[in-house]
């Protein structure tokens, strides 16, 4: 699962960018009790939601015409720079070659073989998220792709992350961890877009967690977001939905089973 740890390749840092900032944060406070903490003019005016002072999540005004409201993945790498030419060199493409923010790190914009967008970031005075695998923080992440074996290449060639198959009814799924991690440090899982109808473009979807998928579900609806998927139960993950911000931001919410009942455990 999600750590502080940050070892190369692991997922950092999330964020999202819409138009209008005030209505997006006023959604993610009734779900996750999320608190924007706005950035100053040195940031850009880039705002962090935070939980009792801990940041879970980063937030970015956009104008739809820059960039439609979804949410975005960094993953950790000792040199920005060079990511960028691995990603190049994998069939990916920079939508922003590599810059400093500040004192804090080093980032940049990519996207995969697919066109997928990702991000990644070089660590400085900013290690990473501190709300992880916990009520209001990242706890999971997938990639609806259209080639699964593409998308292992691509990202095994770039992060050399390792995979582990899950069997299931009627499929598979392919869970991915970090280079210097184990089985134990998965942090997402590869999905093909021919297993979901709903899904009908590649990208990331971030998963936070709940303590009531159901709970959380009613207050996404009634808080002006969008129900994607019903909330549904797996034995050894839990019971998880796919929502969308008031924005159209794309993420979804997971209550995880408890620890003796999860998938390897």
Request: hydrophobic share 40%.
């Amino acid at each position: 699962m999600l750590n502080n740890r940050f070892v190369t390749g692991a997922p950092v840092w999330v964020d999202m960018c819409a138009p209008d900032l005030g209505t997006v944060s006023s959604f993610y406070r009734e779900l996750f009790g999320w608190e924007l903490q706005q950035g100053g003019p040195e940031v850009g005016g880039y705002g962090q939601f935070r939980i009792a002072g801990r940041t879970a999540a980063g937030a970015m005004a956009v104008s739809a015409d820059e960039a439609p409201p979804s949410w975005t993945l960094y993953f950790r790498t000792p040199e920005a720079d060079a990511t960028v030419k691995s990603v190049e060199q994998a069939g990916g493409r920079a939508l922003f070659e590599a810059v400093d923010i500040t004192d804090l790190g080093r980032m940049a914009g990519l996207a995969d073989s697919a066109g997928v967008p990702f991000s990644v970031w070089q660590q400085g005075q900013l290690k990473g998220l501190d709300v992880l695998n916990e009520p209001g923080g990242l706890i999971w992440a997938e990639l609806y792709t259209p080639d699964v074996a593409a998308a292992t290449a691509f990202y095994g060639s770039v992060f050399g992350w390792g995979t582990t198959e899950a069997s299931f009814p009627g499929g598979s799924y392919t869970m991915v961890h970090p280079a210097d991690g184990t089985p134990d440090d998965m942090f997402g899982g590869l999905v093909s877009l021919d297993s979901d109808p709903a899904e009908t473009a590649a990208y990331w979807l971030p998963y936070f967690q709940v303590t009531d998928c159901d709970a959380a579900v009613a207050t996404a609806r009634g808080a002006g977001g969008e129900v994607r998927m019903e909330p549904v139960s797996m034995e050894g993950v839990g019971r998880f939905a796919k929502l969308a911000d008031p924005a159209g931001a794309r993420f979804a919410v997971l209550q995880p089973s408890p620890p003796g009942e999860q998938m390897g455990a």
